[in-house]
């Protein structure tokens, strides 16, 4: 084997290729040293891999998962559990990333400020791109448990999840209207400045350093809003708790911020 | 489409009109391979099931949001990979924040973390040792057994990039595996090395 060709190596660690090829391959790697080392370590990671067990839920996980997740998306007719009580849905952690989020939704406007032309109206124009979320969708269906997102917080009853969340997320189809003290304290700061001021901006979306999520999370989705032109400025910009994915990018001299759902991609807000 | 793509795409429509039999037919289709993802990023048994919980209660309330554009597997196991990303990282927080005093007693329940995943503990020590990003990946292609471009489309990464990532996990994972088996197994008992 003259080039470590890794695809080879893997294809006949895994025993794809045909009886003739794999004796070729074999007789290759034999006088390439790193091609056997690597040829070894495949097939012993595979080999351990192959031995392992496969895992399975037991009859009482699934009945206690099948109730816990019926319940919590109002499938009215779960069967009761047969033993211990449903396992805990974890409202808190839902509900610090719906308040999360908001949190986000709220801040973020500003940085629309610096990317108008000023007026007074400067904002006002600022469309949030809807997610065409059923009316059960979590994040505007809960509320938050304790400060500190408890994972243990008790369940909310529904109706009261909607109206805390109602009355605490400023999620719209249309950002609030800027205003003029607003655009003065913000006057000559420029975006990234403003990026690493706000204590609650940084709080939000600083610790990028730990995010194990891709670097490149929904990196087409952004393009393909921002367009070809765009220059990142920060992002992804994910944060540490709750799953939104942004990008600020200077789009022919206009700073935009976009921000999307990690799960799909889909777009959850745009930037002017 | 698969078959079981075509499938899951009907019971996901069926789900939409309110099948509570629809909802039942894809939990019991996904549960255990995606448990099984969970359990193998997250290495703890209880940790893993909270995972698959907030996995199938994000899939089912966003399902009127699934365009059909990848499979409905694809679209599960992604939000599975993000939420256990996410649960290790609220986890890794939770285990670093109380600094403990140097004369504290030590954790009695540390050492039962890998032992309540009940699997292979030589494969799961050195699963545990590589990078998660190796790791999820080694998980979905090679555990999983899943097809190196629908993991590309799970992770939202080139297929080469996946290609790269399980190469070195599979090379990371056969040295641990090594280091590991050493102080029972010594070199020269080795009878497949």
Same mark, same amino acid.
């Given at each position: 084997m003259h080039s470590h060709d890794l695809d080879l190596i893997a294809a006949l660690a895994?025993?794809?290729?045909? +009886?003739? *090829?794999?004796?070729? @391959?074999?007789? !290759? $790697?034999?006088?390439? /040293?790193?091609?056997?080392?690597?040829?070894?370590?495949?097939?012993?990671?595979l080999e351990a891999i192959a031995t392992s067990p496969p895992v399975a839920l037991t009859e009482q996980e699934v009945s206690t998962l099948r109730t816990a997740v019926a319940e919590a998306?109002?499938?009215?007719?779960?069967?009761?559990?047969?033993?211990?009580?449903?396992?805990?849905?974890?409202?808190?952690?839902?509900?610090? +990333?719906? *308040?999360?989020?908001? @949190?986000?939704? !709220? $801040?973020?406007?500003? /940085?629309?400020?610096?990317?108008?032309?000023?007026?007074?109206?400067?904002?006002?124009?600022?469309?949030a791109a809807t997610m065409e979320e059923p009316e059960s969708e979590p994040r505007l269906n809960v509320v938050e448990g304790s400060?500190?997102?408890?994972?243990?917080?008790?369940?909310?009853?529904?109706?009261?999840?909607?109206?805390?969340a109602a009355a605490a997320a400023p999620i719209t189809t249309t950002m609030p209207a800027t205003t003029i003290a607003a655009e003065e304290v913000l006057a000559g700061r420029d975006l990234m400045t403003l990026w690493e001021a706000p204590e609650e901006l940084q709080a939000t979306l600083q610790d990028q350093s730990t995010i194990e999520r891709?670097?490149?999370a929904c990196a087409d989705a952004a393009l393909e809003v921002l367009g070809p032109d765009m220059r990142v400025i920060a992002g992804p910009l994910?944060?540490?708790?709750?799953?939104?994915?942004?990008?600020?990018?200077d789009v022919e001299g206009t700073a935009r911020l976009v921000a999307f759902d990690p799960d799909d991609c889909s777009l959850v807000l745009v930037l002017p | 489409m698969t078959d079981r793509a075509d499938q899951d795409a009907a019971l996901v429509e069926r789900y939409l009109r309110g099948e509570v039999a629809a909802?039942?037919?894809?939990?019991?289709?996904?549960?255990?391979?995606?448990?099984?993802?969970?359990?193998?990023?997250?290495?703890?048994?209880?940790?893993?099931?909270?995972?698959?919980?907030?996995?199938?209660?994000?899939?089912?309330?966003?399902?009127?949001?699934?365009?059909g554009r990848s499979a409905f597997s694809t679209w599960l196991y992604r939000v599975a990979v993000n939420t256990c990303h996410d649960a290790a990282r609220r986890g890794l927080r939770r285990r670093t924040e109380p600094l403990p005093e140097a004369n504290d007693p030590p954790d009695a329940t540390a050492g039962d973390l890998l032992a309540s995943v009940e699997l292979r503990p030589d494969l799961e020590r050195a699963l545990d040792a590589l990078p998660s990003e190796f790791?999820?990946?080694?998980?979905?292609?090679?555990?999983?057994?899943?097809?190196?471009?629908?993991?590309?489309?799970?992770?939202g990464v080139p297929i080469g990039t996946v290609k790269s990532r399980v190469f070195r996990g599979r090379k990371l994972l056969a040295e641990h595996l090594g280091n590991l088996r050493a102080p029972s197994n010594p070199p020269t008992e080795e009878r497949h090395a």
């Open positions: 895994e025993g794809r290729l045909e +009886a003739d *090829a794999a004796a070729t @391959a074999e007789a !290759a $790697v034999a006088d390439c /040293l790193r091609c056997a080392a690597d040829l070894a370590a495949h097939r012993t990671a998306i109002g499938i009215a007719t779960a069967p009761a559990p047969t033993s211990p009580p449903p396992r805990r849905v974890p409202w808190g952690a839902i509900a610090l +990333a719906g *308040a999360s989020l908001a @949190a986000i939704v !709220a $801040v973020v406007p500003v /940085l629309g400020l610096l990317s108008t032309t000023g007026g007074d109206d400067a904002g006002t124009d600022i469309v400060p500190g997102g408890d994972l243990d917080a008790t369940p909310q009853p529904a109706e009261a999840a909607d109206e805390e891709d670097a490149q994910i944060h540490a708790e709750t799953p939104v994915v942004a990008y600020v990018a | 909802f039942d037919e894809l939990m019991l289709a996904h549960q255990d391979r995606v448990f099984g993802i969970c359990l193998r990023m997250l290495r703890d048994r209880e940790a893993a099931l909270d995972a698959v919980q907030e996995t199938f209660i994000t899939v089912f309330r966003k399902a009127s949001q699934f365009a790791r999820t990946a080694v998980v979905l292609s090679d555990v999983e057994g899943l097809a190196l471009q629908t993991v590309s489309e799970i992770l």
